[in-house]
């Protein structure tokens, strides 16, 4: 997993501002108050900054910097604007401001009694996240990538949970450009505030969120030839670590059970098919919340054959099983109070004289026939499979399916929503307002049996595409399909927000672990013991 930078949080001393070498963030006081302790060539050229036009025109989140402040060690001083009835989004935007141009060394953050602390280290962690296992140099000009395996790695071992006095991450440096800086591996922060350790205490529930978030963004930009299916399984084996429950169902289980749509998409492929049973048992006798995630490592399209120009981003095919790995793990972390199951489909979907064919006809567990007349339409295959097993085994309370399922979502709605689909309102209403609490754009399409004659097939009992036509809403109505009357149902597809084309205000360019803050958010609203 990708090394964090280290955020303590320690008693207010603004003496120590002068003396500090490396970088200075002050969050600015009321009316945009100057702290004590900056040193008066430095104070003046402050004052000076915040009076131009530009320093009139900050918004709550920006900030001016000054480089090199004159009668200071540091070699820069980053002034923020965060009003005290700045919200939680804002307080975020700021901390991002921060953690996008961490550099080396370390840095100091002046926020002493803001009550938006906490989420000013969130969202510099986030924002500080930097993917470079496989650049070759280092800062010192040797050699710093990660190993490329001959055969790809059996096992894995990551990081147990956070310490309770630190919100640790990993940053990264943006200069504004979309390039990040080389973040030296001893990059770490210090928060100076009011109550350290009542707000270290309160991070600790953060920490374990962004650390769902960066095992997301981790598994999203692994190339496939490392994150193969048995690697992925393995990664989510060693979570076993931190208190889950995991199961790894192999292809001779998987047939026993009747997954033959789900083990068709692989049939191509050199890499064996898994479900992944991951579960978190922290609510007593309840009934779990059941999470199902997509989890295609690579996406050719099979026999219908994608196009060359952007197919090395298939790697991020796999972002749903993502998503809710990187949940588990946070609810493992923050011993969430709640019962919740994870289940992954992990596949590969390549051409190859196994492959499925477009024509062929495929029986899923439940039992319906489904005739494949597109076999780029593979991702509903693995649901259908997962989210009928999910049901049957475990009773959920709720099932909630993420999946990089459509590009007809991006053509409706860009990369700044996911699409959600529901049955339930209600079910459907807390995913939005859990997303909207945590900054993360969704907007509910339709669901509608006009929309089945689509997906009617002459020789089976669906077809697995309708054709471009509402490509996302006949996804979704192939899906429900495979949801049992009664059962509250939720889908989200990610495909336009998993992997933007450009850096988010909390990420990076890259991939983004879109949902992991979501799901965390409506896990402790509505299906966690109080």
Known sequence: ???????TFVETATEKLAGHEGRVAVILGP?????AGLPRPAREAAIRA?????????KPGGFLELAFPSSMKAEALQLISLPPSSSVADARKAGAAIGARLGKGHTLVLAGAHRRAQEVALGLALRGYDFSAYHTTSEDGGSGAAEIPAEPPQSVSHQGAADDARLTEHPATDPGNGEAEPVSEKARVTFMVRDPEGLAKAAANAAAVAEGVFFTRDLVNEPANVLTTTDFADRLKAMEEIGLKVEVLDEDELAKLGMRALLA???GSESPS?????RWEGGGDEAPLALVGKGVVFDTGGISIKPAAGMEEMTMDMGGAGV????????ALRRAKANVVGLVGLVENMPDGRAQRPGDIVKSMKGDTIEVVNTDAEGRLVLADVLWYAQTRFQPKAVI????LTGAVIIALGHDNAGVFANDDALAGQILSAAKAEGEGAWRLPLAPAYDKLIKSRLADMKNTGGRPAGSITAAQFLQRFIRKGQPWAHIDIAGVALPPSATELAPKGATGWGVMTLDRLIRDRFEAK
């Open 1 to 7: 997993m990708t090394q964090p930078v280290e955020i």
């Open 274 to 278: 898994h479900v992944v049973v991951m």
């Open 31 to 35: 009316g945009g108050r100057l702290p």
């Open 324 to 331: 809710v790995a990187g949940v588990m793990r946070t609810l």
């Open 401 to 404: 399916d993420l999946a990089t």
């Open 50 to 58: 915040l009076a131009s036009k530009q320093g009139k025109a900050l």
């Open 265 to 267: 998409v692989g049939q």
